[in-house]
């Protein structure tokens, strides 16, 4: 007994390990667990059978067995499927279902791993109705909970979240009845993270945090140590970088226990991944070094050179990467055939080809690189080694890419003829995460060929697979290079780029005009939810519902493309689109928002604002004056690109009139029509939560008029409760919010906006609240927003210096909160100015007045008081205006 006890341990250990290789390899969905079910879990064989020949057939399939999970470790899955398709045959013979349902459901794993659906689903039907019809038992039931686990796999990989929690949870109730603490840890990480896929954040990480606590009580130190490194792993996929480091770091404390270098390696390997995913590349460089200086097995090795080659380009040591070129070549050449042999090729060519793009770019010929046909020749291998392997979606991935270098050095038809047979594989495994791509690639090939029409319907075809993927885009393959911005935005904004083209005289039509509108809502809503790193908003409404609400509203989509700024418009009552263009570079644009952006942070700045903000105007506003004011437009709504949104447009000026733009419309921001709640504000008495730190914290100065600014909304609203320094704490304010029906949220205290969401917070008095957790503020329910908040006012935020895509995190608050309209400072302004502009706008609000025209009203009220756009500018209203 003690001696199949140890047995049993080992193959749990086993499993553990496979948890940590999948965190690197699996494609389009990462979970947690490579679960393939190992004999050590059944009694032994020859005392259930009789006879000696079915004896020896049981044991001769129990080494089939262990033949097929060798081979799916090696990653050879065609060979895995063949070796396990004669186990499951060799049981069938003996008599032996218990071994045959759990040679099946490795068998799906396998297919799995191939691409092949049908044959995935088949193989773990038929283990279930096997396992259904067995006499129960503790054996049965072991199996019976791992094979739910890869139905849930299965179920999530396919899209198919809420059956893939069904499956899960049936197994951690099994789990729970056999007391098995290490499978049960497995099971949850990957229900956390299909909770996560759902938008049921608060769940997930619930059942997170009751996995850290389960993993301290696990006496086994190396089975802590990998079930820290998965927790971590997991943690920093789904954008929690911050409790990622602490698990990790957790984790080696752990591993250094242990005194193993390869498992203090692989802890290592995993801190450099969430220090690079916190934008700290020395930290990550750091540790990757320390992992290389342990001498870890070759794939660890190959995984640190191809990380610390990528981090050296990110952070332009070019001479450096090209140092580290031979030792990385010749240690991805000592790799046998495999998928990560064919990854790590694919992952070489790809960084090779980016240094020579950034080397052109700078201009520096002292540093050789390799040439396009030394790339072609590493991308050469890859591809017959996925085709012996006949893994096709490694085939379609170094097919593709060696498309991609043709169509770089522009060998069209090398380039079509490749691009073609990589869609084709893709298409076949139905593998729309890579399919896209290809789809993506054979319309800048088109576009590159001249043909406008046709690269336009590549580019449609690609566009509508992204959209399908949805929750799929914030994990697809980290093995291959992979960023939103550039394999993602691109594809939709060089859609819209086509799409707004016009030929001679002819005229963008309107089709297009709404084409191209309706792919930059899509495109606002990915990049939220890349912001979130999660799928977890959807459209709520149709852009027609919002256009509707208001007859005196027009909506305005500036589009930053490379060579010109575009812009749509929308008027009420119009289905025509109206669009024009300013001919200017990007980086032309973008240098001078950033000028305005530095003057308007200039309290003497204004006639510094006043030159460069009209430059603006006259990209936006100047060429449709007349047909606004014909439309009697009284609201302009801007769903603004870029860095545009770092800066007010209210401060736009026009030089003919000499006015700033809010003199002439009250105005909005949206991160999208698709988000915006089109319900007019209900109008009855204002009920406010005043909320307020003025004191010095966590490093933050004292603001001194918060208590002013309270005060005085308290004496423009009906009725209010306060929560001032220490009383506004996160549990205070949960408890209120969630107690009574504030129709007006007001926070007067220091918050900043920025791109990662990490760095994304509201101060209260006891922490940093960061903006994932803001939504726990005003849900009532997992699946129920607050319907009575009409308002959130945030009047001491800013936006974070030197990084342009700030905004995203003030976006991201406004819909993370959930509440119809936001009031944000893009900047903070400690001053009585600020407690004058929020009296008058809750004044104005109260005669019936929109909430854009309150705002304006209140600006243009402090315009009369304090000229400089710094103690007026900064506010701005987000979602809905009416």
Same mark, same amino acid.
């Given at each position: 007994?003690?001696?199949k006890?140890?047995? #049993?341990?080992?193959?749990?250990?086993?499993l553990?390990?496979?948890?940590?290789?999948?965190?690197?390899?699996?494609i389009s969905i990462?979970?947690?667990?490579?679960l393939?079910?190992v004999?050590?879990?059944?009694p032994?064989t020859?005392?259930?059978?009789?006879?000696?020949?079915?004896?020896?057939?049981?044991?001769?399939?129990?080494?089939?067995?262990?033949?097929?999970?060798?081979?799916?470790?090696?990653?050879k899955f065609?060979?895995?499927?063949?070796?396990?398709?004669?186990?499951?045959?060799?049981?069938a013979g003996?008599?032996?279902?218990?071994?045959?349902a759990?040679?099946?459901?490795n068998?799906?794993?396998?297919?799995?791993? !191939?691409?092949?659906?049908?044959?995935?689903?088949?193989?773990?039907?038929?283990?279930?109705?096997?396992?259904?019809? !067995?006499?129960r038992?503790?054996e049965r039931?072991?199996? +019976?909970a791992?094979?739910?686990?890869v139905q849930?796999r299965l179920?999530?990989?396919r899209?198919?979240?809420?059956n893939?929690l069904?499956s899960?949870?049936?197994?951690?109730?099994?789990y729970?009845k056999?007391?098995?603490?290490?499978?049960?840890v497995r099971?949850?990480?990957n229900?956390a993270?299909?909770?996560q896929?759902?938008?049921?954040?608060?769940r997930a990480?619930?059942?997170?945090?009751?996995?850290?606590?389960?993993?301290?009580?696990?006496?086994?130190?190396s089975?802590r140590?990998?079930?820290?490194?998965?927790?971590g792993?997991v943690l920093?996929?789904?954008?929690?970088?911050r409790?990622?480091?602490? $698990?990790?770091?957790?984790?080696?404390k752990?591993a250094?226990?242990?005194?193993?270098?390869q498992?203090?390696?692989e802890?290592?390997?995993?801190?450099?991944?969430?220090?690079?995913?916190?934008?700290n590349?020395?930290?990550?460089?750091?540790f990757?070094q320390?992992?290389?200086? +342990?001498?870890p097995?070759?794939?660890?090795r190959?995984?640190? /050179?191809?990380?610390?080659?990528? !981090?050296?380009?990110?952070?332009?040591?070019?001479?450096?990467?090209?140092d580290?070129?031979p030792?990385t070549?010749?240690?991805? =050449?000592?790799?046998?055939?495999s998928?990560?042999?064919?990854?790590?090729?694919?992952?070489?060519?790809?960084?090779?080809?980016?240094l020579?793009?950034?080397? @052109?770019?700078?201009?520096?010929?002292?540093i050789n690189?390799?040439?396009?046909?030394?790339i072609?020749q590493l991308?050469?291998p890859?591809?017959?080694q996925?085709?012996?392997?006949?893994d096709?979606?490694?085939?379609?991935?170094?097919?593709?890419?060696?498309?991609?270098?043709?169509?770089q050095t522009e060998? +069209?038809?090398?380039?079509?003829?490749?691009?073609e047979?990589?869609?084709?594989?893709?298409?076949?495994?139905?593998?729309p995460?890579?399919?896209?791509?290809?789809?993506?690639q054979?319309g800048?090939?088109?576009?590159?060929?001249?043909?406008?029409?046709?690269?336009?319907?590549?580019y449609?075809?690609?566009f509508r697979?992204?959209?399908?993927?949805?929750?799929?885009?914030?994990?697809?393959?980290p093995?291959?290079q992979?960023?939103?911005?550039e394999?993602?935005?691109?594809?939709?904004?060089?859609?819209?780029?086509?799409?707004?083209?016009?030929?001679? =005289?002819?005229e963008?039509?309107?089709?297009?005009?709404?084409?191209?509108r309706?792919?930059?809502e899509s495109?606002k809503?990915a990049? +939220?939810?890349?912001? #979130?790193?999660?799928?977890? &908003?959807?459209?709520?409404?149709k /852009?027609?519902?919002?256009?509707?609400?208001?007859?005196?509203?027009?909506?305005i989509?500036?589009?930053?493309?490379?060579?010109?700024?575009?812009?749509?418009?929308?008027?009420?009552?119009?289905?025509?689109?109206?669009?024009?263009?300013?001919k200017?570079?990007?980086?032309?644009?973008?240098?001078?928002?950033?000028?305005?952006?530095?003057?308007?942070?200039d309290?003497?700045?204004t006639?510094?604002? @006043?030159?460069?903000?009209?430059?603006?105007y006259?990209?936006?506003i100047?060429p449709?004056?007349?047909?606004?004011?014909?439309?009697?437009?009284?609201? /302009?709504?801007?769903?603004l690109?870029?860095?545009?949104?770092? $800066?007010?447009?209210?401060?736009?000026?026009?030089r003919?009139?000499? @006015?700033?733009l809010v003199?002439k419309y009250?105005?909005?921001?949206?991160p999208g029509l698709q988000?915006?709640?089109?319900?007019?504000?209900?109008?009855?008495?204002?009920?406010?939560l005043?909320a307020g730190?003025?004191k010095?914290? #966590?490093?933050?100065?004292?603001?001194? =008029?918060?208590?002013?600014?309270? @005060?005085?909304?308290?004496s423009k609203?009906?009725?209010?409760?306060?929560l001032?320094?220490q009383?506004?704490?996160?549990?205070? &304010?949960?408890k209120?919010?969630?107690?009574?029906?504030?129709?007006v949220?007001h926070?007067?205290?220091?918050?900043?906006?920025?791109?990662?969401?990490?760095?994304?917070?509201?101060l209260?008095?006891?922490?940093?609240?960061?903006?994932?957790?803001?939504?726990?503020?005003v849900?009532?329910?997992?699946?129920?927003?607050?319907?009575?908040?009409?308002?959130?006012?945030?009047s001491?935020?800013?936006?974070a210096?030197?990084d342009?895509?700030?905004?995203?995190?003030?976006?991201g608050?406004?819909?993370?909160a959930?509440?119809?309209?936001t009031?944000?400072?893009?900047?903070?302004?400690?001053?009585?100015?600020?407690?004058?502009?929020?009296?008058?706008?809750?004044?104005?609000?109260?005669?019936?007045?929109t909430k854009?025209?309150a705002?304006?009203?209140?600006?243009?009220?402090?315009?009369?008081?304090?000229?400089?756009?710094?103690?007026?500018?900064?506010?701005?209203l987000?979602?809905?205006?009416?």
């Amino acid at each position: 007994m003690g001696i199949k006890r140890s047995l #049993f341990e080992q193959k749990i250990k086993l499993l553990l390990r496979q948890v940590r290789a999948t965190v690197q390899r699996h494609i389009s969905i990462i979970i947690l667990a490579v679960l393939f079910l190992v004999t050590a879990i059944l009694p032994s064989t020859a005392h259930m059978v009789t006879g000696n020949l079915l004896a020896q057939a049981s044991l001769n399939a129990e080494n089939l067995v262990e033949q097929g999970k060798a081979l799916y470790e090696a990653e050879k899955f065609n060979d895995a499927v063949k070796i396990l398709q004669q186990a499951a045959a060799a049981f069938a013979g003996s008599g032996d279902k218990l071994g045959q349902a759990m040679t099946l459901s490795n068998l799906s794993l396998a297919y799995q791993q !191939l691409g092949l659906w049908k044959e995935a689903e088949g193989a773990i039907a038929q283990s279930l109705n096997l396992l259904q019809n !067995l006499e129960r038992s503790q054996e049965r039931a072991g199996i +019976l909970a791992q094979t739910l686990d890869v139905q849930g796999r299965l179920h999530l990989t396919r899209g198919q979240t809420e059956n893939a929690l069904n499956s899960w949870q049936q197994a951690a109730d099994i789990y729970k009845k056999l007391g098995d603490r290490v499978k049960l840890v497995r099971n949850h990480i990957n229900c956390a993270q299909a909770l996560q896929v759902l938008g049921f954040y608060n769940r997930a990480e619930n059942i997170l945090d009751e996995v850290k606590q389960t993993l301290q009580n696990i006496p086994d130190a190396s089975v802590r140590v990998e079930g820290f490194r998965s927790l971590g792993d997991v943690l920093r996929l789904l954008g929690k970088l911050r409790e990622s480091e602490e $698990i990790l770091k957790e984790s080696l404390k752990v591993a250094e226990s242990l005194r193993s270098n390869q498992v203090i390696s692989e802890v290592l390997v995993s801190l450099g991944k969430t220090a690079r995913a916190q934008k700290n590349p020395q930290a990550a460089l750091n540790f990757f070094q320390q992992a290389a200086a +342990l001498s870890p097995p070759i794939n660890t090795r190959i995984e640190l /050179l191809l990380n610390r080659f990528s !981090l050296l380009l990110e952070t332009q040591q070019f001479r450096a990467a090209t140092d580290l070129l031979p030792q990385t070549q010749s240690e991805i =050449n000592k790799l046998p055939p495999s998928r990560m042999a064919v990854y790590a090729r694919i992952n070489l060519a790809q960084n090779l080809a980016r240094l020579k793009k950034e080397i @052109k770019n700078h201009s520096n010929k002292n540093i050789n690189t390799p040439s396009w046909l030394d790339i072609a020749q590493l991308l050469a291998p890859a591809v017959q080694q996925a085709k012996s392997l006949q893994d096709k979606r490694a085939e379609s991935y170094a097919t593709g890419t060696l498309g991609s270098l043709y169509e770089q050095t522009e060998q +069209l038809s090398h380039a079509f003829d490749l691009t073609e047979k990589a869609l084709f594989t893709a298409q076949a495994i139905d593998a729309p995460d890579i399919t896209y791509q290809w789809q993506w690639q054979l319309g800048r090939l088109l576009k590159q060929k001249g043909d406008i029409k046709g690269a336009i319907a590549a580019y449609q075809v690609a566009f509508r697979t992204l959209q399908s993927l949805r929750s799929d885009l914030v994990a697809i393959n980290p093995d291959i290079q992979f960023s939103f911005t550039e394999s993602v935005e691109p594809v939709y904004r060089e859609l819209v780029d086509l799409q707004l083209q016009s030929k001679g =005289n002819l005229e963008t039509t309107s089709q297009n005009l709404t084409q191209a509108r309706d792919v930059i809502e899509s495109l606002k809503l990915a990049e +939220l939810n890349n912001f #979130f790193r999660s799928a977890c &908003l959807e459209p709520i409404v149709k /852009l027609d519902e919002v256009l509707s609400q208001d007859e005196n509203a027009a909506v305005i989509y500036p589009i930053i493309l490379p060579d010109r700024l575009e812009v749509i418009l929308t008027l009420p009552g119009q289905n025509k689109l109206r669009h024009y263009t300013t001919k200017i570079p990007r980086d032309q644009v973008e240098s001078i928002i950033t000028s305005l952006r530095s003057s308007l942070l200039d309290v003497a700045g204004t006639s510094q604002v @006043k030159e460069q903000s009209q430059k603006i105007y006259e990209w936006l506003i100047r060429p449709a004056e007349v047909e606004l004011t014909n439309s009697g437009i009284k609201t /302009l709504a801007f769903v603004l690109d870029g860095s545009l949104r770092n $800066i007010p447009m209210a401060v736009l000026y026009d030089r003919q009139q000499q @006015k700033y733009l809010v003199e002439k419309y009250a105005i909005a921001l949206t991160p999208g029509l698709q988000l915006v709640n089109p319900k007019p504000l209900q109008r009855v008495e204002l009920n406010a939560l005043t909320a307020g730190v003025g004191k010095e914290r #966590f490093g933050l100065p004292p603001l001194q =008029n918060v208590a002013r600014e309270l @005060k005085v909304i308290q004496s423009k609203v009906s009725r209010s409760k306060e929560l001032l320094n220490q009383e506004f704490t996160q549990t205070n &304010l949960q408890k209120q919010l969630q107690s009574t029906p504030f129709s007006v949220v007001h926070l007067a205290t220091h918050g900043e906006f920025s791109s990662d969401p990490e760095k994304t917070f509201i101060l209260t008095w006891d922490k940093l609240l960061k903006v994932k957790e803001f939504d726990k503020l005003v849900r009532t329910s997992e699946t129920n927003r607050s319907s009575n908040i009409e308002l959130l006012v945030l009047s001491a935020c800013k936006t974070a210096q030197g990084d342009k895509r700030a905004a995203l995190g003030l976006a991201g608050v406004a819909v993370q909160a959930g509440v119809r309209s936001t009031l944000a400072s893009l900047w903070s302004v400690d001053d009585q100015s600020t407690a004058f502009l929020m009296s008058e706008f809750y004044r104005q609000l109260k005669t019936g007045m929109t909430k854009a025209e309150a705002l304006q009203h209140a600006q243009l009220a402090v315009v009369a008081k304090e000229n400089s756009p710094y103690y007026w500018a900064p506010y701005v209203l987000l979602g809905n205006w009416l």
